[in-house]
C-alpha cells in the first residue's frame, strides 16, 4: 500500500551543508544558510529520500507515513 511521505527537517539540527540538496534538489533546498522541505516538495522517490535521511549526519531529516 502506498502512503503519503511527510518530510520535515529540525533546523536546529542542520549544519546547512547542503549535502540532502545536492542529492534531492526537488524536495530540499537552503534558506537562510539551513535547509528546509520545499513548499512542492517531490516526494514520490521515497527510496532516494530515505537514503538521504539516512545520510544526514546529525539525523536532522524525519519521515513519516501517513
Ligand atoms: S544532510 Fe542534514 S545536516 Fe546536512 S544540510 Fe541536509 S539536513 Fe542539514
Known amino acids: 500500500m502506498t502512503r503519503d511521505l511527510t518530510v520535515s527537517v529540525d533546523a536546529g539540527l542542520c549544519?546547512?551543508?547542503?549535502?540532502c540538496v545536492a542529492s534531492a534538489p526537488d524536495v530540499?533546498?537552503?534558506v537562510g544558510g539551513v535547509v528546509a522541505?520545499?513548499?512542492?516538495?517531490d516526494t514520490?522517490?521515497?527510496v532516494l529520500i530515505e537514503e538521504v535521511?539516512?545520510?544526514c549526519?546529525?539525523?536532522a531529516i524525519s519521515i513519516r507515513r501517513d
Open 44 to 46: 514520490s522517490d521515497d
Open 53 to 55: 535521511a539516512g545520510c
Open 28 to 30: 530540499f533546498h537552503l
Open 57 to 59: 549526519p546529525t539525523e
Open 15 to 19: 549544519l546547512g551543508s547542503g549535502v
Open 37 to 41: 522541505v520545499r513548499e512542492d516538495a
